[in-house]
Protein backbone atom coordinates (compact mmCIF):
# COMPACT_ATOMS: atom_id res chain seq x y z
CA UNK A 1 0.00 0.00 0.00
CA UNK A 2 0.85 3.34 -0.73
CA UNK A 3 1.71 5.75 2.47
CA UNK A 4 0.69 9.18 1.64
CA UNK A 5 1.13 12.70 3.64
CA UNK A 6 -0.48 16.16 3.63
CA UNK A 7 0.62 19.57 4.17
CA UNK A 8 -0.62 21.23 5.90
CA UNK A 9 -3.50 19.32 7.58
CA UNK A 10 -5.49 22.19 8.83
CA UNK A 11 -5.47 25.92 7.97
CA UNK A 12 -7.73 29.01 8.48
CA UNK A 13 -7.89 31.40 5.74
CA UNK A 14 -9.53 35.02 4.59
CA UNK A 15 -11.64 35.43 1.99
CA UNK A 16 -9.83 35.90 -1.87
CA UNK A 17 -6.41 34.44 -0.54
CA UNK A 18 -5.00 31.38 -1.98
CA UNK A 19 -4.02 27.75 -0.39
CA UNK A 20 -1.56 25.46 -1.83
CA UNK A 21 -1.62 22.03 -0.07
CA UNK A 22 1.05 19.49 -0.74
CA UNK A 23 0.99 16.43 -1.37
CA UNK A 24 3.56 13.18 -0.76
CA UNK A 25 3.92 9.70 -1.74
CA UNK A 26 6.08 6.99 -0.80
CA UNK A 27 6.74 5.68 -3.51
CA UNK A 28 6.28 6.04 -7.74
CA UNK A 29 2.86 6.60 -8.57
CA UNK A 30 1.42 7.02 -12.05
CA UNK A 31 -1.78 8.58 -10.97
CA UNK A 32 -2.71 10.99 -8.12
CA UNK A 33 -6.30 12.17 -7.24
CA UNK A 34 -7.56 15.58 -5.41
CA UNK A 35 -10.86 15.09 -3.94
CA UNK A 36 -12.86 17.33 -2.05
CA UNK A 37 -15.09 16.02 0.90
CA UNK A 38 -17.89 18.24 2.69
CA UNK A 39 -18.96 17.69 6.34
CA UNK A 40 -21.04 14.90 6.61
CA UNK A 41 -20.66 14.00 3.22
CA UNK A 42 -19.45 11.59 0.75
CA UNK A 43 -16.21 11.76 -1.53
CA UNK A 44 -16.29 14.37 -4.58
CA UNK A 45 -13.34 14.25 -7.46
CA UNK A 46 -12.02 17.47 -8.05
CA UNK A 47 -9.22 16.16 -10.84
CA UNK A 48 -6.71 13.26 -11.84
CA UNK A 49 -2.78 14.48 -12.36
CA UNK A 50 -0.92 12.57 -14.21
CA UNK A 51 3.17 13.18 -14.29
CA UNK A 52 4.02 15.01 -16.97
CA UNK A 53 0.51 16.27 -18.14
CA UNK A 54 -1.96 18.29 -17.52
CA UNK A 55 -4.45 17.34 -14.52
CA UNK A 56 -7.90 16.36 -15.90
CA UNK A 57 -10.83 17.88 -14.48
CA UNK A 58 -14.20 16.65 -13.62
CA UNK A 59 -17.17 18.70 -14.38
CA UNK A 60 -17.83 21.64 -11.99
CA UNK A 61 -13.83 21.80 -10.87
CA UNK A 62 -11.35 24.35 -13.25
CA UNK A 63 -7.95 24.63 -13.48
CA UNK A 64 -8.10 28.56 -12.37
CA UNK A 65 -9.62 27.71 -9.44
CA UNK A 66 -8.10 24.57 -8.30
CA UNK A 67 -4.56 24.58 -10.04
CA UNK A 68 -2.63 21.33 -9.75
CA UNK A 69 0.75 20.56 -9.87
CA UNK A 70 2.43 17.32 -10.65
CA UNK A 71 6.28 17.94 -11.26
CA UNK A 72 7.30 14.11 -10.21
CA UNK A 73 5.91 10.63 -9.48
CA UNK A 74 5.96 11.09 -5.47
CA UNK A 75 4.63 14.82 -5.29
CA UNK A 76 1.52 16.98 -6.21
CA UNK A 77 0.20 20.29 -5.25
CA UNK A 78 -3.37 21.53 -5.11
CA UNK A 79 -3.94 24.91 -5.00
CA UNK A 80 -7.78 26.25 -3.82
CA UNK A 81 -7.41 29.68 -5.41
CA UNK A 82 -9.53 32.83 -4.50
CA UNK A 83 -11.17 31.26 -1.65
CA UNK A 84 -14.84 31.83 -0.21
CA UNK A 85 -16.59 30.34 2.59
CA UNK A 86 -17.66 27.72 0.19
CA UNK A 87 -14.50 26.39 -0.09
CA UNK A 88 -14.90 25.39 3.40
CA UNK A 89 -13.70 21.88 2.86
CA UNK A 90 -11.44 18.68 4.02
CA UNK A 91 -9.10 17.94 0.86
CA UNK A 92 -7.88 14.62 0.25
CA UNK A 93 -4.80 13.20 -1.84
CA UNK A 94 -5.20 10.32 -3.27
CA UNK A 95 -3.39 7.58 -5.22
CA UNK A 96 -3.38 4.23 -7.11
CA UNK A 97 -1.63 1.39 -4.78
CA UNK A 98 0.38 -1.32 -6.78
CA UNK A 99 0.26 -1.06 -10.71
CA UNK A 100 -2.62 -3.41 -11.93
CA UNK A 101 -4.86 -3.22 -9.08
CA UNK A 102 -7.82 -0.98 -8.63
CA UNK A 103 -7.37 0.17 -4.85
CA UNK A 104 -6.47 4.07 -3.94
CA UNK A 105 -4.80 5.27 -0.97
CA UNK A 106 -5.79 8.58 1.01
CA UNK A 107 -3.63 10.93 2.49
CA UNK A 108 -5.06 12.03 6.14
CA UNK A 109 -6.68 15.38 4.78
CA UNK A 110 -6.24 19.41 5.02
CA UNK A 111 -9.07 20.56 6.44
CA UNK A 112 -9.53 24.06 5.03
CA UNK A 113 -12.06 26.62 6.82
CA UNK A 114 -12.44 30.33 4.95
CA UNK A 115 -13.08 33.08 6.94
CA UNK B 1 -22.36 12.45 -10.74
CA UNK B 2 -23.35 8.34 -10.26
CA UNK B 3 -23.54 7.37 -6.79
CA UNK B 4 -24.23 3.99 -4.98
CA UNK B 5 -27.30 3.11 -2.56
CA UNK B 6 -25.44 2.89 0.85
CA UNK B 7 -27.50 1.57 3.38
CA UNK B 8 -28.29 1.91 6.56
CA UNK B 9 -26.98 5.70 6.62
CA UNK B 10 -26.78 5.14 10.19
CA UNK B 11 -26.71 2.57 12.91
CA UNK B 12 -26.14 2.91 16.75
CA UNK B 13 -25.69 -0.72 18.34
CA UNK B 14 -24.09 -2.63 21.49
CA UNK B 15 -20.68 -3.49 21.41
CA UNK B 16 -20.56 -7.24 20.59
CA UNK B 17 -23.43 -7.05 18.32
CA UNK B 18 -22.54 -7.82 14.65
CA UNK B 19 -22.98 -5.16 11.99
CA UNK B 20 -24.43 -5.01 8.02
CA UNK B 21 -24.30 -2.61 5.64
CA UNK B 22 -24.34 -2.76 1.82
CA UNK B 23 -24.13 -1.19 -1.10
CA UNK B 24 -26.41 -1.26 -4.61
CA UNK B 25 -26.05 -0.07 -7.67
CA UNK B 26 -28.19 -0.08 -10.75
CA UNK B 27 -25.14 -0.13 -13.10
CA UNK B 28 -22.16 -3.46 -13.38
CA UNK B 29 -19.52 -3.43 -10.77
CA UNK B 30 -15.68 -4.69 -11.47
CA UNK B 31 -14.40 -4.03 -8.27
CA UNK B 32 -15.53 -3.07 -4.99
CA UNK B 33 -13.60 -1.27 -2.06
CA UNK B 34 -14.65 -0.76 1.64
CA UNK B 35 -13.38 1.87 3.54
CA UNK B 36 -13.37 3.10 7.02
CA UNK B 37 -13.09 6.87 7.70
CA UNK B 38 -12.23 8.11 11.43
CA UNK B 39 -12.93 11.72 12.54
CA UNK B 40 -10.27 13.82 10.87
CA UNK B 41 -8.73 11.10 9.07
CA UNK B 42 -8.57 10.00 5.59
CA UNK B 43 -10.39 6.80 4.46
CA UNK B 44 -8.47 3.97 5.39
CA UNK B 45 -8.86 0.81 2.86
CA UNK B 46 -10.67 -2.48 4.38
CA UNK B 47 -11.50 -4.60 1.75
CA UNK B 48 -10.73 -4.70 -2.18
CA UNK B 49 -13.25 -6.93 -4.39
CA UNK B 50 -12.69 -8.15 -7.94
CA UNK B 51 -14.80 -11.45 -8.80
CA UNK B 52 -18.40 -12.05 -8.51
CA UNK B 53 -19.36 -14.04 -5.57
CA UNK B 54 -15.71 -12.99 -3.84
CA UNK B 55 -15.88 -13.19 -0.35
CA UNK B 56 -12.75 -11.99 1.76
CA UNK B 57 -12.33 -10.64 5.24
CA UNK B 58 -9.93 -9.16 7.39
CA UNK B 59 -10.14 -9.84 11.01
CA UNK B 60 -13.46 -9.00 12.00
CA UNK B 61 -15.00 -7.53 8.75
CA UNK B 62 -15.87 -9.58 5.82
CA UNK B 63 -17.19 -8.25 2.66
CA UNK B 64 -18.81 -10.14 -0.32
CA UNK B 65 -18.54 -9.15 -4.31
CA UNK B 66 -22.64 -9.58 -5.12
CA UNK B 67 -22.98 -12.10 -7.72
CA UNK B 68 -24.92 -10.02 -9.20
CA UNK B 69 -21.99 -7.56 -9.73
CA UNK B 70 -24.63 -4.78 -8.94
CA UNK B 71 -24.03 -4.78 -4.65
CA UNK B 72 -21.76 -5.56 -1.82
CA UNK B 73 -21.74 -6.29 1.45
CA UNK B 74 -20.03 -5.43 4.56
CA UNK B 75 -19.76 -7.42 8.07
CA UNK B 76 -18.37 -6.46 10.88
CA UNK B 77 -18.49 -9.51 14.10
CA UNK B 78 -18.19 -8.97 17.68
CA UNK B 79 -18.50 -4.76 17.24
CA UNK B 80 -15.93 -2.80 19.56
CA UNK B 81 -15.78 0.79 20.25
CA UNK B 82 -12.79 1.57 17.91
CA UNK B 83 -15.14 -0.08 15.03
CA UNK B 84 -16.79 3.95 15.34
CA UNK B 85 -16.65 5.72 12.32
CA UNK B 86 -17.76 6.47 8.52
CA UNK B 87 -17.90 3.18 6.15
CA UNK B 88 -18.11 3.63 2.64
CA UNK B 89 -18.29 1.22 -0.16
CA UNK B 90 -16.73 2.50 -3.66
CA UNK B 91 -16.10 0.98 -6.96
CA UNK B 92 -15.73 0.65 -10.63
CA UNK B 93 -18.24 0.44 -12.91
CA UNK B 94 -17.99 -1.29 -16.67
CA UNK B 95 -14.99 0.47 -18.36
CA UNK B 96 -15.31 3.94 -16.27
CA UNK B 97 -11.77 4.91 -14.70
CA UNK B 98 -13.40 7.11 -12.00
CA UNK B 99 -14.61 5.98 -8.52
CA UNK B 100 -18.00 5.72 -8.10
CA UNK B 101 -19.11 6.51 -4.03
CA UNK B 102 -21.27 5.25 -1.11
CA UNK B 103 -23.06 8.53 0.59
CA UNK B 104 -21.16 6.21 4.10
CA UNK B 105 -22.99 4.84 6.99
CA UNK B 106 -21.89 6.06 10.17
CA UNK B 107 -21.83 2.94 12.87
CA UNK B 108 -21.47 4.26 16.77
CA UNK B 109 -20.44 1.55 18.84
CA UNK B 110 -22.36 1.81 22.97
CA UNK B 111 -19.70 0.20 24.90
Known amino acids: SAVISQKPSRDICQRGTSLTIQCQVD?????MFWYRQQPGQSLTLIAT?????????ESGFVIDKFPISRPNLTFSTLTVSNMSPEDSSIYLC????????????FGPGTRLTVL | GQQLNQSPQSMFIQEGEDVSMNCTSS?????WLWYKQDPGEGPVLLIA???AGELTSNGRLTAQFGITRKDSFLNISASIPSDVGIYFC???????????WGLGTSLAVNP
Open chain 1, 94 to 105: SSKGAVGTDTQY
Open chain 1, 27 to 31: SQVTM
Open chain 1, 49 to 57: ANQGSEATY
Open chain 2, 27 to 31: SIFNT
Open chain 2, 49 to 51: LYK
Open chain 2, 90 to 100: AGYAGNNRKLI
